[in-house]
């Protein structure tokens, strides 16, 4: 049972380019999260989503951030004309449940974002 | 509103030694408390977590963390500290009536020969 995939590990984009951040979740595993982890920082909450579904997006920035898990493929993280500050690691965590229920989350190994 | 302050950035340890990491978190409801283990260039891994059951957990790896509530507090520890502990940690508490985690900023631990 493969774990949470993320990829690509690395990306790198030039000011103004777009971002594609790609989450494969674990098998079986209906909910997404989605978080940014800046140099020296925790992880912060951007969104989580279910299938087709955002639950809540209060953590994402108002403009250029969106997300989406749609029905068949990844979850795909999008961030449109990216600046230096986007420069992160983008974390996605799955899980089977809702973790309002406590239940475990699953990371993946992260992308790492370099904006030139 | 949550959070979790984790008292040191940086703990230097020999091995063989204790590991004491702290934290401290403020919820407002009954929360679930994690901790989180980040080696270079992987994913995050669950040490540990409490939920309102024994107070003291046990995790994987020999960490054990104890949830008290008077001092608001989750500290990690380990009795004995392994080269491979070296890692950054991360202390995560969540909201039983929520769905996002609250990160500390991370204690990196460096343990010497």
């Known amino acids: 049972n493969a774990g949470v995939m993320q990829n690509p590990r690395h990306l790198v984009r030039r000011r103004g380019q777009e971002a594609r951040l790609r989450c494969s979740p674990m098998?079986?595993?209906?909910?997404v999260y989605w978080y940014r982890q800046l140099p020296e920082e925790g992880l912060k909450f951007m969104v989580y989503?279910?299938?087709?579904?955002?639950?809540?997006e209060s953590g994402m920035p108002k403009e250029r951030f969106s997300a989406e898990f749609p029905k068949e493929g990844p979850s795909i993280l999008r961030i449109q004309q990216v600046v230096r500050g986007d420069s992160a690691a983008y974390f996605c965590?799955?899980?089977?449940?809702?973790?309002?229920?406590?239940?475990?989350?699953?990371f993946g190994s992260g992308t790492q974002l370099s904006v030139l | 509103a949550q959070s979790v302050t984790q008292l040191d950035s940086h703990v230097s340890v020999s091995e063989g030694t204790p590991v004491l990491l702290r934290c401290n978190y403020s919820?407002?409801?009954?929360?679930?408390l994690f901790w989180y283990v980040q080696h270079p260039n992987k994913g995050l891994q669950l040490l540990l977590k409490?939920?309102?059951?024994?107070?003291l957990v046990k995790g994987i790896n020999g960490f054990e963390a104890e949830f008290k509530k008077s001092e608001t507090s989750f500290h990690l520890t380990k009795p004995s500290a392994h080269m491979s502990d070296a890692a950054e940690y991360f202390c995560v508490v969540s909201e039983a009536a929520g769905n996002k985690l609250t990160f500390g900023g991370g204690t990196r631990v460096l343990v010497k020969p």
């Open positions: 965590a799955s899980s089977p449940i809702s973790i309002a229920t406590n239940e475990k989350l699953f």
């Open positions: 098998k079986g595993h209906s909910h």
């Open positions: 409490y939920t309102s059951a024994a107070t």
């Open positions: 919820s407002s409801y009954s929360p679930s």
């Open positions: 989503l279910q299938k087709e579904n955002i639950i809540d």
